[in-house]
């Protein structure tokens, strides 16, 4: 059975469609998918979101709302992995912008042995339609940049789209502490000190308007998560043996070094703000 997390805060424009195309994706797909559900995830919204989730739900393609009161898209993914009873549990976004082609590959890499897969707007073959002005581009280099020396050899942390063999989602998002929009961060670093076979894909992502992430609101934020989540995770140290992770030029976890913490405490006012590949 696969369940399909869909964070959602005031999302009533944007989840309909998105519903509707995963209907049809699935009712395509149902041989090789099996049994889909997808878990909404309400994440206090004070729009429609929950009830337009409950009425597309469908014998074909249930659809399940999950209360999240917890402010953030990292506490609302958490609260729907921890929903999930499911074999394997995706996360998208609730703007459809990975196109679900990623879910077949991704399902196939899973039964081929991968513990994770996550979509990669960074590999070749990859097709990223991203409007960003420079200054912003500049604020995603520098948060890639120190998301990397988190998760080495992960060339996108922030895609919107992963999918996670469901015993070890549900083991991870227990101690999963990030709320914001870094909580990718932390859960890459979790999965791979428990030794988890990560695979990265490419995809073919657009960038839809009206996103709630806004760059001059939550960008020092994201900024900020991401030494949190370097200091919480420190003790993890290397990932248990026997298990490979994927990517060139792997390292366990470690915390952010005085060279990385410095520049981040100087930019945070100036460039965390650009922050917007999201």
Same mark, same amino acid.
């Given at each position: ?5 869909? $964070? ?8 309909? %469609?998105?519903? %509707? ?8 797909? /149902? ?18 979101? =929950?009830?337009?989730?409950?009425? !597309?739900?469908?014998?074909?393609? $249930? ?27 995706? @996360? ?9 082609? !990623? ?20 590999? =070749? ?35 919107? @789209? ?7 989602? %549900? ?11 870094? @909580? ?12 988890? /076979? ?14 709630? @992430?806004? *760059?001059?609101? /939550? ?7 991401? =030494? =949190? ?5 420190? /003790?993890?140290?290397? $990932? ?14 470690? $915390? ?12 945070? *006012?100036?460039? !965390? ?6």
């Amino acid at each position: 059975m696969l369940h399909i997390v869909i $964070p959602a805060y005031n999302e009533e424009l944007r989840l309909p %469609r998105t519903l %509707r195309t995963l209907r049809r994706f699935v009712a395509q797909r /149902h041989s090789s998918l099996g049994r889909v559900e997808v878990l909404v995830v309400d994440n206090g919204s004070t729009d429609g979101t =929950a009830a337009i989730a409950r009425a !597309a739900s469908t014998a074909a393609l $249930p659809v399940r709302v999950v209360a999240c009161s917890v402010r953030g898209k990292g506490a609302a993914v958490r609260a729907g992995l921890m929903a999930s009873d499911a074999d394997v549990v995706a @996360f998208m976004d609730a703007d459809g912008a990975t196109d679900l082609e !990623a879910l077949d590959e991704a399902m196939r890499r899973i039964r081929l042995g991968s513990d994770v897969v996550i979509g990669s707007r960074a590999l =070749a073959g990859s097709v990223a339609d991203v409007r960003s002005c420079r200054t912003r581009a500049a604020g995603a280099a520098l948060y890639r940049r120190i998301a990397g020396r988190l998760v080495a050899g992960i060339a996108d942390t922030q895609c919107g @789209f992963k999918v996670i063999r469901g015993d070890l989602a %549900r083991a991870v998002a227990e101690g999963l502490e990030a709320r914001g929009f870094s @909580f990718d961060v932390e859960l890459l670093v979790r999965l791979r000190a428990l030794g988890a /076979h990560i695979t990265e894909i490419p995809v073919t992502w657009t960038d839809v308007p009206g996103s709630t @992430f806004q *760059p001059a609101r /939550h960008g020092a934020g994201a900024f900020t998560e991401l =030494a =949190a989540i370097a200091w919480r995770t420190r /003790h993890l140290g290397a $990932p248990i043996a026997g298990r490979a992770t994927a990517g060139a030029g792997q390292r366990s976890p470690m $915390p952010l070094p005085a060279p990385v913490a410095l520049p981040v405490a100087i930019a945070v *006012p100036v460039v !965390a703000s650009l922050l917007g590949d999201r």
